[in-house]
């Protein structure tokens, strides 16, 4: 068993700063590329962005600046720091792996819960 688990959203005025950590956990051979969705109220899922396993980072462009992820691969975790929150980056936050698990020879997509992020402004 495999699973992803997100944290540290919450509630952050327009300006701010969040960091958000996706720890994957479970009998985890090798993990490929991380990624972070989010889902608005009435909005479809979008990628927000997206780092392969030898670290190179792509960014929706609405972020691009703003946000940055990163990953600590001998802790199978990624990370999305966001700083100069706005109003419109209100969503639930979902993280995004994929990985290969103990006994499998491909990689499967996993998803975790999802996290809220809430700006006020």
């Known amino acids: 068993q495999v699973h992803l688990v997100e944290s540290g959203g919450g509630l952050v005025q327009a300006g701010g700063s969040l960091r958000l950590s996706c720890a994957a956990s479970?009998?985890?051979?090798?993990?490929?590329?991380m990624g972070w969705y989010r889902q608005a109220p009435g909005k479809q899922r979008e990628l927000v962005a997206g780092?392969?396993?030898?670290?190179?980072?792509n960014y929706a462009g609405s972020v691009k600046g703003r946000f940055t992820i990163s990953r600590d691969n001998a802790k199978n975790t990624a990370y999305l720091q966001m700083n100069s929150l706005k109003p419109e980056d209100t969503a639930v936050y979902y993280c995004?792996?994929?990985?290969?698990?103990?006994?499998?020879?491909?990689?499967?997509?996993?998803w975790g819960q999802g996290t809220q992020v809430t700006v006020s402004s």
């Open positions: 479970g009998s985890i051979v090798s993990i490929n590329n």
């Open positions: 780092i392969t396993g030898s670290g190179s980072a």
């Open positions: 995004n792996a994929a990985i290969r698990g103990a006994g499998v020879s491909f990689f499967i997509e996993y």
